[in-house]
């Protein structure tokens, strides 16, 4: 069974920044797309950012100029650098990858960013 491990969240005041990490489970080199997800209270879950096998990145509008996707095949790890932080990130962020050995999406348990004043 696939696990992947969060970390990084936090309270935040706007404009600053906070790094997350997801750690997947599994032999190195295993998934394909990698990224993130966040869902605000009383809002639907959104994508954030993907990292795909084949290194192309893409973001969601609102965060373009201000958030990094990256990732480290040889850990199954994918980070989020999120700068400049708003209000409007606040969120529960979830990290999601698919395994080459399936196509199946697997999600993390999530990570408070809170950005408040």
């Known amino acids: 069974q696939v696990q992947l491990v969060e970390s990084g969240g936090g309270l935040v005041q706007p404009g600053e920044s906070l790094r997350l990490s997801c750690a997947a489970s599994?032999?190195?080199?295993?998934?394909?797309?990698m990224g993130w997800y966040r869902q605000a209270p009383g809002k639907e879950r959104e994508w954030v950012a993907t990292?795909?096998?084949?290194?192309?990145?893409n973001y969601r509008d609102s965060v373009k100029g201000r958030f990094t996707i990256s990732r480290d095949n040889a850990k199954n790890a994918v980070y989020l650098q999120m700068n400049s932080l708003k209000p409007e990130d606040t969120a529960v962020y979830y990290c999601?990858?698919?395994?080459?050995?399936?196509?199946?999406?697997?999600w993390g348990q999530g990570t408070q960013v809170t950005v408040s004043p």
């Open positions: 999601f990858a698919v395994p080459l050995s399936n196509n199946q999406p697997n």
């Open positions: 599994g032999s190195p080199f295993s998934y394909g797309a």
């Open positions: 990292f795909t096998a084949g290194g192309t990145l």
